[in-house]
């Protein structure tokens, strides 16, 4: 083997290892970036980005419809208090204002009230207490 082909020879792997350490480099560099970016929009923007809406109600209520709507939107949300043993209502709404309505048989058991859903916080109505102005026939707790 000559000397020029001993020096290219040397060359040839010193290149390719510089290469090698390079692209190495470069794949950390992005995969920490990455990461950043996900915890960045972690941080700031928590998910889920809906707020709550939790309205308590007891036996009382049963067969009581409860209703949301948006004042902004059209959208509307029901449930019914009782089905399936749930005397708790939990809606997941965006932050805004909304009507809240409580029917049965289709006459209002409590007037439609305006509420207002702020971000980054919930709202709990408790309508447990509500038994005797609810016009039930059940006895009152001692």
Do not use: C
Not at 4 to 22: D, K, M, N
Not at 62 to 69: I, L, S, Y
């Amino acid at each position: 083997m000559s000397e020029s082909e001993t020096s290219q020879a040397q060359v040839q792997p010193v290149a390719s290892h510089r290469f090698a350490v390079l692209a190495i480099a470069v794949t950390t560099a992005l995969f920490l970036g990455a990461i950043s970016v996900i915890a960045y929009q972690w941080v700031v923007r928590p998910e889920p980005r809906t707020e709550f809406l939790i309205i308590d109600g007891s036996v009382a209520l049963t067969g009581a419809e409860a209703e949301v709507q948006s004042v902004d939107l059209p959208t509307h949300y029901k449930a019914v208090f009782g089905a399936d043993g749930r005397y708790t209502l939990v809606f997941f709404l965006d932050p805004g204002a909304y009507n809240v309505r409580i029917t049965r048989d289709g006459q209002s058991v409590i007037e439609p009230q305006e509420i207002a859903i702020p971000k980054r916080q919930g709202l709990r109505i408790d309508l447990t207490k509500w038994g005797n102005a609810l016009g039930t026939t059940q006895a009152a707790e001692p």
